[in-house]
C-alpha cells in the first residue's frame, strides 16, 4: 500500500503519487499496477510539472511510462500510442536503441536511459 504522506500531485484528471522507493523499471510498472495504477506518464506540461514535483521532493530521478519502440530512437507510450508530448533534455534522446527507458531529471527534462537502474517510482491513478 502506498503511504502518501503528502507526496502526492494532482494535474487534471490524474492523480500521482509515490511510495518513495527506487527500483528497476520493470518493478516500478509492476507496484503501480498493484496500486492500481500506471507508471506516471506526463500527456502534458501540467502533468510534466505534477511528476517533477515529486523528482524534486525526493531529490530523485524517476522513470516515465514510456519506453523506445522497434525503430530506434522512436519512443512512445507503455500502452503503445505515439507520444504527443516531450520535454526532452538537449541532445536526448541519444541512446540509439541500448536505452529504452525514459527517465526524469530532478529539472523537469527527459533523458533515455537503460531500464535495469534504480529510479524513484512514481504512478499516475
Known sequence: ?????GKIR??????????GKKVDFG???KSCEEAGG?????????????????????????Y?????GQISGQFKYINGMPLNYTKWHQ?????KGTEKCVEMYTDGSWNDKKCNLYRLTICEF
Not at 516515465?64 to 523506445?68: A, H, N, R, S, T
Open 38 to 62: 500506471t507508471i506516471a506518464t506526463p500527456m502534458n506540461e501540467e502533468e510534466n510539472k505534477a511528476i517533477l514535483s515529486i523528482v524534486q521532493q525526493y531529490n530523485q530521478y524517476a
Open 91 to 95: 541532445y536526448e534522446p541519444n541512446g
Open 64 to 68: 516515465l511510462g514510456i519506453k523506445e
Open 1 to 5: 500500500v502506498l503511504a502518501l504522506n
Open 10 to 19: 494532482e494535474a487534471g484528471e490524474k492523480i500521482f503519487a509515490s511510495n
Open 27 to 29: 518493478s516500478a510498472v
